[in-house]
């Protein structure tokens, strides 16, 4: 059927389901007053009929109810198991509108009386047959729209976490993009928790893929390592138990999972940072902005036994800002089978040291993103996550 307009159609293809050749020929006859380009395809049994629709799907279908092998609203119900979203419009006898209106509630769109059916009946009934179906997919469409916007908005509550902080000494400054291409967000996660000893918690990971299950995973993996932090399991043992939650929640046992957690100590002159596959992170001071790449261990769920890694503690001052982020910000193309990469990424963020926190996330984003507009976009969600002790903040 195509369409030339609200209501307009070039060509209907109409399937009628007919034992009575005289019954058949008053059809096609009125059919053909009633509508242009129509075409009707005329089977005399509902076997005749289920082997057209294996094969085609009519814009609607003519149902009599008495057939040589299927009979009332038994015919109307086996109709609908073949007929897939086809319309159906039913045909009565003269005694019979109680059966086309029980027809109608059985799931036809409508029905016809034999004998009291003209040109114009014909076409209205046809035609509204096939605009109430497209109205019903489309507000069918419309809810599952919905019920995904729904499920996306959960899942973006686990994957966009409030910090859960215990005082005014730290600042966070914590952003998510999409990819272009998904348009949703993916498996990219990130967490920060302050503890009550003063410590200050972080995670970053990336799922690999993308995609619902990967979203969900990655909020397993989020709150698995919140419920850890808070249990006072921390280190090894902690990604430890995020590679078992890995392992067990992942939909497919070849999908992985990179992570850093950075522990800030009160001291607020180091921090133990564990790194498992995950790229390194910036560093911001006001003498600059350097990369760090401590020694690491194996991304998550990659093996058969469990990983090993190590903390390595590294020095810092108070003044120190930690950025965090996943491999969408460095990866993102540039040119052709060209990608930005951790040297040019460093280079933007140098010239931005003076920057405030959040105009510096903001712009290293907004730059990656400018870049590869014209070469398809981001290709990679990007999680961004920049942590530093509050100047004048409540300190323990």
């Known amino acids: 059927m195509n369409n030339s307009g609200p209501g307009a159609y070039d060509q209907v293809t109409v399937l009628l389901i007919e034992d ?9 006859e009125m059919a053909h007053d009633a509508m242009t380009g129509i075409e009707l395809v005329w089977t005399k049994s509902l076997e005749q009929a289920r082997g057209y629709l294996g094969g085609s799907t009519p814009d609607c279908i003519l149902l009599d109810l008495h057939l040589p092998d299927a009979r009332g609203l ?26 086309g209106l029980a027809a109608v509630a059985a799931g036809a769109q409508d029905y016809l009386v034999k004998g009291r059916v003209d040109a114009d009946l014909f076409n209205r009934s046809v035609r509204y047959a096939i605009e109430r179906t497209r109205a019903e997919a489309h507000a069918a469409a419309l809810r599952a729209s919905e019920r995904r916007s729904q499920e996306n908005a959960r899942l973006e509550r686990g994957l966009l976490p409030v910090p859960l902080l215990r005082s005014t000494s730290v600042d966070v400054v914590a952003r998510y993009r999409p990819s272009r291409t998904h348009g949703l967000l993916g498996g990219d996660f990130y967490d920060v928790v302050e503890t009550e ?35 006072g399991l921390v280190g090894e043992e902690a990604m430890r138990t995020l590679e078992e939650v890995l392992v067990a929640e992942r939909p497919q046992s070849h999908i992985f999972a990179t992570v850093t957690t950075v522990v800030l100590l009160p001291d607020r002159a180091s921090m133990r940072v564990l790194r498992a596959g995950h790229p390194g992170m910036l ?64 280079a933007f963020a140098q010239a931005c040291t003076s920057a405030e926190a959040d105009d510096f996330v903001d712009a290293a984003i907004g730059h990656v993103e400018d870049l590869a507009t014209d070469h398809g976009g981001l290709t990679d969600d990007i999680a961004v996550v920049h942590v530093q002790w509050a100047k004048n903040g409540e300190q323990r």
């Open 20 to 28: 009575d050749p005289g019954d058949a020929l008053l059809v096609e």
């Open 74 to 99: 038994d015919a109307l119900a086996a109709l609908r198991r073949s007929a897939g979203d086809a319309p159906i419009v039913v045909m009565t006898g003269l005694a019979e509108d109680r059966t």
């Open 197 to 231: 000893d003063g410590a200050v918690h972080i995670v970053i990971g990336d799922i690999c893929g993308h995609g619902p299950d990967e979203a969900a995973l990655g909020v397993s993996l989020r709150i698995a390592w919140r419920t850890t932090v808070l249990g």
């Open 283 to 346: 560093l911001r001071s006001p003498d600059g902005v350097r990369w760090l790449e401590v020694p690491g261990g194996p991304a998550l769920g990659l093996r058969r036994t469990r990983g090993n890694w190590t903390v390595h503690e590294q020095a810092i001052d108070d003044r120190t800002a930690i950025v965090l982020f996943t491999d969408g910000l460095f990866e993102a193309p540039i040119g052709a089978g060209e990608r930005l990469g951790e040297e040019r990424l460093l």
